[in-house]
């Protein structure tokens, strides 16, 4: 079946720090991308959709300037949390989408921010 | 706005035990999902559900499908503490965001 990667999958920084998140599709072209987020006991909230070779599109709520997101090839995304604060940490989730097949999602990331 | 939501949220049950999970959504959707989420774990796929009526089984699971009354269900028979994790469904809903669930957290106890 269609494998997402995603790397790290914890990380544990500073605040004022920024942390990328790497998410690939190993063995399907991931046409678009979403990124979660998901804070304990919670249900997952998407905060984007990327696109390759276009600008993400942030759901409402979400900063843009403070999660960028780039997504350059069809199998590679990448979600970049800028200057880091406590209240940024989260399990993070990438998703791919091939076509009209169901999502694919990644093992998430676990951000800590100290 | 759409809205998705689970009931119960929590659910303590018996093994051996019979129950439901019930997922409400606002607006017309073409797909439903269901998944299950380990602690510290991301999602795993259980079903898919792409048409009014349908209904998919798995093991102990099975889940349907009413496209008119906006409800799916999942079905949980003779329990087992294996089955102990959390529980989304998700709506596909405007070209392919997947709207989330509230989750229902599910512990089976002998």
């Not at chain 1, 959709?49 to 995304?77: P, R, W």
């Not at chain 2, 999942?74 to 959390?86: E, F, G, K, P, R």
Request: aromatic share 10%; proline share 3%; charged share 20%.
């Amino acid at each position: 079946g269609a494998v997402v990667s995603q790397h790290p999958s914890r990380v544990i920084c500073k605040s004022g720090t920024s942390v990328k998140i790497e998410c690939r599709s190993l063995d399907f072209q991931a046409t678009t991308m979403f990124w979660y987020r998901q804070f304990p006991k919670q249900s997952l909230m998407l905060m984007a959709t990327s696109n390759e070779g276009s600008k993400a599109t942030y759901e409402q709520g979400v900063e843009k300037d403070k999660f960028l997101i780039n997504h350059a090839s069809l199998t590679l995304s990448t979600l970049t949390v800028t200057s880091a604060h406590p209240e940024d940490s989260s399990f993070y989730i990438c998703s791919g989408l091939e076509g009209n097949q169901p999502q694919h999602f990644g093992d998430g990331t676990r951000l800590s921010i100290l | 706005e759409l809205k998705v939501e689970q009931n119960p949220l929590f659910l303590s049950m018996q093994e051996g035990k019979n129950y439901t999970i019930y997922c409400n959504y606002s607006t017309t959707s073409d797909r439903l999902y269901w998944y299950r989420q380990d602690p510290g774990k991301s999602l795993e796929s259980l079903f898919v559900l792409l048409s009014n009526g349908a209904v998919k089984q798995e093991g102990r699971l099975m889940a349907s499908l009413d496209t008119k009354a906006r409800l799916s269900t999942l079905h949980i028979t003779a329990a087992v503490h294996d089955l102990s994790a959390t529980y989304f469904c998700a709506v596909d809903w405007n070209t392919d965001k997947l709207i989330f669930g509230t989750g229902t957290r599910l512990q089976v106890f002998p």
